[in-house]
């Protein structure tokens, strides 16, 4: 089937979405945040308020306002998980590069022979080559001012410039699971295991909000163990969806116990669900008794 839509004007979309039962109270301000969104953005959001996915014909009494506040919760939702998983990354960060080095050196991350999967390895250290090459950063640039060999710095300068997702696929496929026990228990996870889907999973969600996807109401393909019982405060899992974003929040906070004991995050959280009361929890995913939850009372 070939694709024939053409592109319509703000004012025409603006015109449609009133044909489809839209309610407009302020004409000049929707015109503006159709122009600032976008129509195919803000789409994401009011399929929630369709009561027919062909005519995409709204429910009765659906304001514009009622789909931009969902859009505004969604937002300043990112900004909170991205926050989150920038305090993890960096902790993560730094305690793989801490115990791998202590007991590997200063360049294990190029030898071949200390990882399971020879082509995982190869596309590891080419994307590790690309983010130094890409890099600007001051300490790298001295480094190969002055050293010539080996190729690359040492671990605890060049893993600091590696990507998230990078950083993942090499404890992943690291041999040594004493040493990746380690990394897991210095972050309250008792087998390693945890920590490789934790870190997959959060690897999606963070690229998510970096791009600014829509983080309410989604269903997440990479999602992350769920252990019926951890060592620090944790969650009733019997009716958890892993693939819902209350099963990623969830792995969130309990790393956060582990690196920022004093975080403000859950706060955050509470404060935003409490601003937005209108905002479907289920559609996150969580459950009915969530705030009894050791992990996420106040």
Known sequence: MRYTKQPTDITTQLSMLKQRGLIVSDNDL????????SYFRLASYWKRFEIDTNTHQFANGTRLEDIISLYNFDKELRTIVFTAIQDIEVALRTRIIHFFSLRHG???????AKFNNQTIFQTCLTNIQAELNRSREEFLQEHFARYSSPSMPPVWKTLEVVSLGNLSKLYANMKDVVVKKQVAKSMGLPQYTYMESWMRSLTVLRNCCAHHARTWNRRYPTMPQIPARLPLL???????RPMKLYAQLSTLLYLEQSITPNSNIKQQLLD?????PQISLRAMGFPQNWLHQPLWLR
Not at 106 to 112: C, H
Not at 272 to 276: N, R, S
């Open 272 to 276: 935003l669900l409490t601003k937005y």
């Open 106 to 112: 200063a360049f294990w991350f190029m030898d071949s």
């Open 234 to 240: 944790w969650i009733d899992t019997r009716n958890v």
């Open 30 to 37: 929707a015109l503006k945040q159709l122009a600032s969104i």
